[in-house]
């Protein structure tokens, strides 16, 4: 079993969501973007999914969006990113890849699935990438025993559904709500209808993004879905803080939130 | 349209929209549904004889259309090769744009949506999309570089008038890449009541496919045009390509006659070895963009690079997928035309002809003087070459003016 899937085992086993933290690579600064993902893994983020940054976006609202922007102005490069992936699987935690399809096509696919199981990734999130344009994808990922993580919407049909799924490795992304990535007021009412549509489906656990940002909500989405993927509520922690420091401490605290959010008993 | 033409394009994209390596569909899983309701509401409307007659009347009673084919006699003599340009520039709104807008607000409102989304860099597309969608009762909102509404207050002002709320978009390079950025999320969050009329033959299957098709009748026309007006098939076509709609729309009518060359012109701005142009496929390299696989400008590491031209409208780091695939395959040659050969050409055709064209239109101008030399020398007389004249240029007078230092008061 793949090591984001040990994760979700122990998880299951304690009757809990996996808490997954996103925080895109190079932002603020390569060393930065270290010790961010460290502290959100010692605040008791049990997964990290790290974002390569990428020029257009189209699934990301203005937070990450800016945070990237950031990062590339910074001059982060794709090995840069691999050196972080290496640097935070090293803290013990599963460590994903999310990115766009463009990087990894230009980096090749198969030299950056190698280089990715040599970091210590776990495999990829591919939010542009679906089965129907990925065999370059589904051959690498075969060759280096990589988890594939394609995303399901509610929008899929369920033919589509079940083709997505079967194609997942590690879990499934659930896109809870029709938008892009953003933290919201309320989180959607429509995830939780995609989350039973997944498990009829298959036994791989279903992750739930796009929307999560208090502790509360982290309870909620923990309550139906078996991973809760939080990205621009923990990356404003650093946008917003005047300084790395002040940032740190937000998202340790923000973290913490998070992680009690996914034990509470709302499930 | 002719069943075998019918036949004829639907052999390619294949059913995934594949122009042999290219195209495809590189999107967020939340679109795909929206693309194949659109894929199979093309399809069906193209075999519709009501829809095709209610486009065809469309495109005569309010765009214009058939736009003339003119022997421009003047320019040919400087040229040395026999001209024949495709007055584009003459249809409603002055582009050969107003084609894909009404074909695609046909297909909204056969898909029974009311919101009609666009991007736009110097705001053609944007005007061209506010008129369909105040002529179709649609609610419009416009997606556009923060940068470009500045650079094109004009634009902005007549989409308002249309009824059009624009947003400038502040992301990024806040350039045109970046309202399709916009435009794409927007349509993630709203697929269900919105249309994303996109502005050229790019983006994700079915779009590079069905703005062909709305587009094509510009092939179409000049095909029969020459066969009525000068009893042949020219040598040469010539078209400017920005996504490629216009050029893949006089293209198209041709591809499957031989000796017909067909030559796009790309926007090399400040010249192809320099960092400062748009040529995507003489100066990028194979990547995703945008939903589809193409030629893009783009880094080492895969980030797109922003492109310059002194055209706006051919101002864009990608290239449609099937321009891509005709050039792989050589049936169709792209090169690149710089600004100052696009603004030499500009000036020629105000000359000669007394037409202002767009700036756009003048890479295809320059293109045509390119070739024609090396074309009468292969075929040993003198060439004919029909040059799709995208559009006017009222547009551009003022980048004109600053360019030839014409403007205020003394000359
Ligand atoms: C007059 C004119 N020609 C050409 C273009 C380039 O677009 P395309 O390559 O899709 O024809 C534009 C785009 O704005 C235009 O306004």
């Given amino acids: ?267 | 349209m002719s069943a075998d033409a019918l036949a004829a394009t639907g052999s390619r994209p294949d059913a995934a929209g594949h122009f042999g390596r290219f195209g495809g569909r590189f999107v967020p899983e939340a679109l795909v549904a929206a693309l194949d309701e659109l894929t199979e509401a093309h399809r069906t409307a193209m075999a519709d004889e009501s829809f095709r007659a209610e486009f065809a009347a469309l495109l005569r009673d309010y765009a214009g259309t058939p736009s003339l084919l003119y022997p421009a006699e003047r320019l040919s003599a400087k040229l040395g090769a026999r001209v024949l340009l495709k007055r584009e520039d003459l249809n409603h709104t002055g582009a050969h744009k107003v084609r894909n807008v009404l074909g695609q607000a046909l297909l909204t409102r056969r898909m029974g949506k009311t919101r009609v989304i666009a991007e736009t860099g110097a705001g053609q597309h944007g005007v061209a999309t506010a008129t369909a969608a105040a002529l179709f009762d649609l609610e419009c909102v416009v997606y556009m570089g923060e940068v470009d509404t500045e650079r094109q207050a004009l634009n902005v002002a007549r989409m308002r008038m249309l009824g059009a709320t624009v947003v400038p978009v502040t992301t990024g390079s806040r350039t045109l890449k970046d309202a399709m950025n916009e435009a794409m999320r927007d349509w993630v969050a709203n697929v269900d009541g919105t249309h994303y009329l996109i502005g050229t033959a790019a983006g994700p299957h079915p779009f590079p496919a069905l703005v062909r098709d709305f587009v094509r009748g510009i092939g179409d026309e000049a095909r029969q045009q020459c066969l009525d007006q000068i009893g042949a098939l020219p040598d040469a076509v010539a078209a400017c390509v920005g996504g490629g709609s216009n050029a893949l729309g006089i293209f198209h009518a041709f591809v499957d006659d031989p000796d017909v060359r067909l030559y796009g012109f790309e926007a090399g701005g400040e010249g192809v070895t320099t960092d400062r142009h748009a040529a995507s496929i003489t100066g990028g390299s194979l990547g995703v963009l945008h939903g589809a696989r193409t030629y893009v400008l783009q880094d080492a590491d895969g980030q797109t690079v922003e492109s310059h031209s002194i055209s706006a409208g051919l101002d864009y780091p990608g290239v449609g997928p099937e321009h891509a695939w005709l050039h792989d395959s050589g049936r169709a040659s792209y090169l690149p035309v710089t600004d100052d050969e696009a603004m030499a050409a500009f000036e020629l055709l105000c000359r000669t002809e007394g037409i202002i064209p767009a700036i756009e239109s003048s890479h295809a101008i320059a293109g045509a003087a390119a070739i024609a030399p090396k074309l009468a020398a292969e075929l040993g007389r003198e060439p004919t070459i029909v040059v799709n004249l995208s559009g006017r240029g009222d547009k551009d007078v003022h980048t004109a003016g600053e360019y030839f230092g014409i403007l205020g008061k003394e000359q």
């Fill in chain 1, 1 to 267: 079993m793949s090591r984001i899937g040990v994760a979700f085992e122990k998880a299951r086993a304690e009757g809990r969501a996996v808490l997954v933290g996103c925080m895109p690579a190079g932002f603020p600064t390569v060393e930065g973007s270290i010790a961010a993902m460290t502290a959100m893994v010692e605040a008791g983020v049990d997964v990290i999914e790290v974002e390569i940054p990428y020029s257009d976006p189209v699934m990301d609202g203005p937070v990450i969006q800016k945070a990237s922007d950031i990062a590339l102005a910074g001059g982060v490069r794709t090995a840069d990113t691999l050196r972080i992936i290496e640097a935070v699987a090293a803290t013990g935690a599963p460590v994903v890849t999310m990115t766009y399809w463009n990087p990894i096509e230009r980096y090749g696919v198969d030299a950056f699935a190698r280089d990715l199981d040599a970091a210590g990734g776990t495999g990829l999130i591919t939010p542009d990438l679906i089965p129907e344009e990925a065999d370059e994808w589904l051959a690498a990922s075969d060759a280096y025993g990589l988890d594939r993580t394609f995303l399901v919407a509610p929008s899929s049909t369920d033919a589509r559904l079940a083709m997505t799924v079967e194609h997942c490795r590690g879990f499934v992304y659930a896109t809870a709500i029709m938008g892009v990535t953003g933290a919201r007021s309320q989180t959607s009412d429509a995830a939780p209808v995609l989350v039973s549509r997944v498990r009829q489906v298959t036994e791989l656990p279903v992750g739930v993004g796009l929307g999560v940002g208090t502790g509360a909500q982290a309870g909620t989405v923990g309550g139906y879905a078996d991973g809760v993927i939080v990205g621009s509520a923990l990356i404003r922690c650093v946008l917003d803080a005047p300084d790395l420091g002040t940032g740190l401490t937000a998202l340790r605290t923000l973290g913490a939130e998070l992680a009690e959010g996914v034990r509470a008993p709302a499930r």
